[in-house]
């Protein structure tokens, strides 16, 4: 298993790694788990543990039981929430997964495009003064850590100036997942005076309420981050294949 904590009960533990497993492929949509005794005896723990674990993974509704008949494997695909999103980016074996972190920056360039044309037609005098007063910060700030940061809050003032809850809430549920990847993201910030100037672009949109100013210029930063991480990963393939 992987690096216990203080926090984690044996239930978390066998739960975790589980949910890799199944996370990672290694039990197909449709297949049953062990039942409860074999985990019990695999994991060295009772079968009470077991049972508490088999809790936690159908919350995430990566299982469903089946009185009688056994816990099936769920597609989560199609069941999963975004709270599994942490352990599809970064597999077991610790390598990034290209087709999900894609993915992610697509989503975040949906959202981010209709949350900065939404805060230009509904922003009010606060919401305008927090987001003039973020991207100060990150105009003089030089630690990619911190940049990460500011470029959250950013996003979160994007989200309340637009007066959209469901906008704030994907970002609360994302927050954790930037923390844990941080250095990953991180390469996404090669140019922060370019990136920060644009910013200063899109504020000055919902300054003027152009709402489709704003839209257009959140398009183009996203996509410029998505095509720049694209360009990263396929240059580490290549630099991987050159030393095998």
């Given amino acids: 298993m992987r690096a216990r904590t203080a926090k984690q ?30 985990l019990a005896k695999r994991f060295d723990v009772n079968r009470f543990t077991v049972r508490e674990a088999m809790n936690k993974l159908e919350q995430m509704r990566l299982i469903k039981r089946h009185p009688g008949t056994g816990t099936v494997v769920l597609d989560y695909n199609e069941h999963a929430s975004i709270d599994v999103l942490g352990d599809l980016v970064v597999g077991p074996d610790g390598r990034v997964n290209p087709f999900v972190v894609s993915h992610l920056l697509e989503a975040a360039r949906v959202l981010g495009v209709e949350v900065s044309a939404l805060a230009a037609e509904r922003r009010n005098d606060s919401d305008l003064r927090k987001l003039c007063a973020v991207v100060a910060e990150m105009r003089v700030e030089k630690r990619l850590s911190k940049i990460l940061a500011l470029d959250y809050e950013f996003h979160a003032a994007l989200a309340d100036a ?9 970002l609360n549920s994302v927050r954790g997942l930037l923390v844990k990847y ?26 003027a309420r152009d709402a489709e100013r704003a839209r257009s210029l959140a398009r183009w930063i996203w996509h410029f981050r998505h095509q720049r991480f694209v360009e990263l990963l396929e240059q580490h393939g290549r630099a991987e294949s050159l030393q095998a």
């Fill in 9 to 38: 009960t044996l239930a978390d533990r066998v739960a975790e790694q589980l949910r890799l497993e199944i996370l990672s492929g290694r039990y197909a949509p449709g297949e049953k788990l062990r039942p409860e005794l074999e």
């Fill in 162 to 170: 637009a007066g959209n809850i469901v906008a704030r809430l994907v």
């Fill in 182 to 207: 941080s250095p990953l993201l991180e390469t996404l910030y090669i140019a922060t005076d370019s990136m920060v100037e644009c910013y200063d672009h899109v504020v000055d949109a919902i300054k």
